[in-house]
């Protein structure tokens, strides 16, 4: 029996170096084309100008400036026949919290923010006329500056919210809050309720059909917050005018 020869077929082998140089050619020219067309696309994106509708999420950056019609309610407590309580330096709770009342509407309509005041002079307007005021104004927020009473060695300045904690409320708070507290104030944070009981609440919180929050700007008993109140008027005003305008900026405002 004879032994059988191997035969190379060299038409095989060429055919398969053939095939790898056709996949080789393929690829290179592939990367070449891919780099040339991303290159292309980048080169078209950077001359594009989006509108506000084409915008993708991730291109959306929060304003510097309002540009939307928008109106806030600023609530200077007391007046008139209620004067409240007596700082240490002798000034009354009422005039002070309608005079800085008064230097956060001048600074928030410089920041193209309408205001609507619940008092502009030494008057007294009870609680459901200043709910109805900040109501009927269908404001995006509600404000109400106060200063803090206790017998105590206590200082720093608080946000007191709807006793539901909504986090509007919250967002608001932590922009005014932490503006002031730059200025040197300390921060007692956000509180629930009232201070007699976490589950009542203030009337221009509980009955204010917009985001609301009653800012109190210190104690009247502490000589260090009357000194960083009656001494950084308004400076105080500007940081509170700059947590409102901070926070409609985050509302699309």
């Avoid at 594009?48 to 915008?55: A, I, K, N, R």
């Avoid at 200043?130 to 109501?135: D, F, G, P, S, T």
């Avoid at 919250?170 to 932490?178: A, R």
């Amino acid at each position: 029996m004879k032994q059988k020869k191997n035969v190379y077929r060299y038409d095989k082998i060429f055919g398969l170096f053939a095939l790898m140089a056709f996949l080789i050619l393929v690829l290179m020219i592939y990367f070449d084309y891919g780099d040339k067309i991303s290159s292309m696309a980048e080169d078209e994106l950077s001359n594009v100008t989006f509108s506000s509708g084409d915008v993708a999420a991730d291109e959306v950056e929060t304003g510097t400036k309002i540009t939307k019609d928008v109106t806030v309610v600023l609530n200077a407590q007391l007046g008139g026949s209620s004067n409240g309580g007596t700082a240490v330096d002798g000034s009354l709770e009422k005039n002070q919290n309608l005079e800085i009342t008064l230097l956060i509407k001048s600074k928030l309509e410089d920041a193209n923010v309408n205001v609507v005041l619940t008092r502009d002079s030494d008057e007294y307007v009870s609680e459901s006329e200043r709910v109805n005021i900040a109501n009927s104004a269908k404001a995006a927020l509600v404000v109400s500056i106060g200063r803090n009473e206790y017998n105590s060695n206590v200082s720093g300045v608080e946000s007191w919210i709807y006793s539901g904690e909504p986090m509007e409320a919250i967002d608001l708070s932590n922009c005014i809050l932490n503006k002031i507290a730059s200025l040197g104030y300390t921060n007692r944070g956000i509180k629930a309720g009232t201070a007699k009981s976490a589950e009542s609440d203030y009337a221009m919180n509980e009955d204010i059909s917009s985001t609301s929050c009653v800012l109190l700007l210190g104690f009247l008993s502490s000589s260090e917050d009357n000194t960083m109140f009656t001494s950084n008027e308004d400076a105080t005003a500007a940081a509170i005018a700059d947590g409102i305008v901070e926070y409609l900026l985050t509302q699309g405002y």
